[in-house]
């Protein structure tokens, strides 16, 4: 056994952590299109609270990790440059979970008793918050091909891209009026 197998099995690890946090803003995300009511967004809002407390750490371990990889078995090879720039597009399409809006979804939504005012409804069902979830859940899953395969960089980028476009038609496809968690007033955007 090397330190190259025990950090790649912390690399992997932390891409495993990493998805759960995807699956949780997944959920929470989908729970919070789904409501109307204080009691119910506020356990959706913790959830994506808890995902964002331990979210950033894997994608630090990921990243931490992989550059060890980089830096002592591989010469920098065009797959690991993509993985490296998705990882960055990773962490910025997550910054509407993550960041400053949630906390001002946290604290709008904890100051509500009852059911929800429609401003408040309409910002929590913003369709952005919807599209980063899935482009990157989409994105994540290209990058573990890249990482897997190894192909050159040409066909490296290409699979993160789909991926992450995969992702992000989902989301605008099941924003449709006639689709489950439809909600008419994203239409319009
Ligand atoms: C979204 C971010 C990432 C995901 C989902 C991811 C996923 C993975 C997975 C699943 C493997 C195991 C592949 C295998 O053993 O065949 C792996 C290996 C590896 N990753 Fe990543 N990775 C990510 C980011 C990075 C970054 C940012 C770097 C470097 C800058 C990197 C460098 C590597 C290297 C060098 C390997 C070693 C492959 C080997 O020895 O077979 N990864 N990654």
Known sequence: MTVYNVVLFAHITSVIIMFAGVTADWLAVAGLRGTRDAGPARAWIRTLEISAAFGPWARFAVLGA??????????WPGWIIVGLISWVAFVILGEPLTGRELREMGAAVRAEPGTLPPALIARLQLPRLWQAVLARAG????????????????VAGVAVVLGA?????????SS??????????????
Not at 66 to 75: E, K, Q, R
Not at 165 to 173: D, P
Not at 176 to 189: D, I, L
């Open 66 to 75: 992989g550059l060890y990889l980089a830096v002592d078995a591989w010469s």
């Open 176 to 189: 449709r009026p006639g689709r489950v968690g439809t909600h008419p007033r994203e239409e319009a955007r």
């Open 165 to 173: 476009l995969a992702g992000y038609s989902s989301a605008r496809l």
């Open 139 to 154: 994105l994540g899953i290209g990058v573990v091909f890249v990482m897997a395969v190894k192909p050159p960089a040409a």
